[in-house]
């Protein structure tokens, strides 16, 4: 079983996530206690997709986070690293056009997109800054970013409590419904180590994205950042 270390070496990050395709919706759906599914709602209505619309949904695994887009009659395509992500996906909703695809080097041509999303990915590419440009070059002129990802808790006492529960109660629950638990420990891990949501926004900035804001879910376990193409 593969565990990815926090330099995020991209053969690792694929590796650690075709372990884990085949169970991965519904460990996470376990582990963030039932709020995976209400923080998807939330970046559905955020991108605000609409018929006709071109939707790249990155780091979209096994395309659970599309079907929203989908079902509001927009062209989205599924672009992942992880084959074994795709492979999982391809099997569920044959009809989607699944892209294999490194986040720093995006397989498509310039302002191709009306909006670009990506959820609880982002951290996981190794350049983050690259990846955030990358997003940036592939939509068009007044389309729109929308990011979800985990993040700072704004209250401190909650924050300790989740800091806790990240580290200590993750990775047993982890063990009990994941086929590598390991991967679970790295995300712990990766989450701690990622920027705050200023730091986030500030990164969104220098890669060009103008008008952004974020917005906090479950006290900030979780923030949306949006931004558009000037």
Known sequence: MTRASLDKQPHEVASMFDDVAANYDLTNDVLSLGQARLWRKE????VDARPAQKILDLA?????????FARAGAYVVPCDFSIGMLRVG??????????????????????????????FGLRNIQDTGAA?????????????????????????????????????????????VSSNPDAYVYLAE??????????????LQKA????????NLTGGVVALHRGVRA
């Open 190 to 203: 990766s989450i701690r180590a990622w920027p705050d949501q200023a730091g986030l926004a500030t990164l």
């Open 132 to 176: 955030l440009s990358e997003l940036y070059r592939v939509t068009r002129p007044g389309g729109r970013v929308v990011i979800c990802e985990f993040s700072q808790p704004t209250w401190t006492p909650f924050r300790t409590v989740y800091t806790e529960y990240l580290m200590r109660a993750l990775p047993p629950v982890a063990r009990a």
């Open 43 to 46: 970046v559905a209505r955020a």
């Open 90 to 119: 391809k099997k569920r909703h044959p009809w989607m056009p699944f892209t294999a695809g490194d986040g720093t080097r995006l397989p498509f041509k310039d302002a191709t997109f009306d909006a670009v999303t990506i959820s």
């Open 60 to 68: 979209a695994g096994t395309a659970t986070s599309s079907q929203p």
């Open 208 to 215: 060009g994205w103008s008008d952004v804001a974020w917005r």
